[in-house]
Nanobody, 123 residues
């Protein structure tokens, strides 16, 4: 059974940076597209960024364009989300998820989810 564990969240001032990591186990990592989603207080969980199996193609939400980047290391079974120029609106719990297809088909089609990591951006 696949397992995803996020780390790297924390409290940061607006304009700062964080790098989130997601460690995968119990799955053939290179067979999955990986994505990051986030859920702010009182809001629905939303898509942030995704990356295909090889890392050659990505999709992202317009709200993070030019500020966030995604990468993966298939040798280490890791996916990363580099977040720069953070804004208070980026405050949320960030989740990584795995889907066998890319582009990812939607949250309900993701096969595995992590438990989330809190990111708080102060103004």
């Amino acid at each position: 059974q696949g397992k995803l564990v996020e780390s790297g969240g924390g409290l940061v001032q607006a304009g700062g940076s964080l790098r989130l990591s997601c460690a995968a186990s119990g799955m053939t990592f290179s067979n999955y597209a990986m994505g990051w989603f986030r859920q702010a207080p009182g809001k629905a969980r939303e898509f942030v960024f995704s990356i295909n199996w090889s890392g050659s193609s990505t999709n992202y939400a317009s709200s993070v364009k030019g500020r966030f980047t995604i990468s993966r290391d298939n040798a280490k079974n890791m996916v990363y989300l580099q977040m720069n120029s953070l804004k208070p609106d980026d405050t949320a719990v960030y989740y990584c998820a795995a889907d066998r297809q890319f582009p990812m088909r939607g949250q309900d089609k993701c096969e595995f989810w992590g438990q989330g990591t809190q990111v708080t951006v102060s103004s």
